[in-house]
């Protein structure tokens, strides 16, 4: 089956700027993660989506901001872009994020100039 | 922060074993051990994960010890495409904070020709 598919690959915004990305998760997932990750920080998670709510977030600033769609897709917004969020989004799907693995995309590459 | 603690880096010949410690003396009875890899520029792939028994599946074998404080990952036959950098993680499923994965530094195992 289709593996978690995530666009675009690569975007470059400017700063100040609002970037959108998507994720489409594996079908039959219902969460959907989003991490950050970056040479400094590492693989920092953002928050998670489960049946169109959010279920759990991490320590990142009210500029992130996500959302889930009935059929599981979920997208994740940055606005008022800094350099520091350059970095690789990836997402992660999972059936229902409690006791399966989860399984990554290839992630979008956003760069901030 | 991560409960894990691994070695920052590791080489291993090709078609040899690859032994990749980790460390969880904090690991609390209800959580599991997972393995994940990325290769470079790629999402994270799940490889294995277990609970207190020896695991193995078809890419890796989990060693877990007795007292559950330390774990080791062992690739049977390392190849080239085996050179990734290794996360161990500790997860309590089947609670709500169970999809917030929690990566450390992971380990750059180097597999040579």
């Known amino acids: 089956k289709a593996g978690v598919t995530q666009t675009p690959r690569y975007l470059i915004k400017t700063r100040g700027q609002q970037v959108t990305l998507s994720c489409s998760p594996i079908?039959?997932?219902?969460?959907v993660s989003w991490y950050q990750q970056t040479p400094g920080q590492g693989l920092q998670f953002l928050f998670e989506?489960?049946?169109?709510?959010?279920?759990n977030k991490g320590n990142f600033p009210g500029r992130f901001s996500g959302r889930q769609f009935s059929n599981s897709r979920s997208e994740m917004n940055v606005s008022t872009l800094e350099l520091g969020d350059s970095a690789l989004y990836l997402c992660?799907?999972?059936?229902?994020?409690?006791?399966?693995?989860?399984?990554f995309g290839q992630g979008t590459r956003l760069t901030v100039v | 922060d991560a409960k894990t603690t691994q070695p920052t880096s590791m080489d291993c010949a090709e078609g040899r074993a690859a032994n990749l410690p980790c460390n969880h003396s904090t690991i609390s009875g209800n959580e599991y051990v997972y393995w994940y890899r990325q290769i470079h520029s790629q999402g994270p792939q799940y490889i294995i994960h277990?609970?207190?028994n020896n695991e193995t599946n078809e890419m890796a074998s989990l060693i877990i010890t007795e007292d559950r404080k330390s774990s080791t990952l062992i690739l049977p036959h390392a190849t080239l495409r085996d050179t990734a950098v290794y996360y161990c993680i500790v997860r309590a499923l089947e609670s709500s904070s169970a999809s917030k994965i929690i990566f450390g530094s992971g380990t750059r195992l180097s597999i040579r020709p």
């Open positions: 989506y489960f049946s169109e709510t959010q279920r």
């Open positions: 079908s039959g997932h219902r969460s």
């Open positions: 277990g609970l207190k």
């Open positions: 992660a799907s999972s059936y229902d994020g409690l006791n399966t693995e989860a399984f």
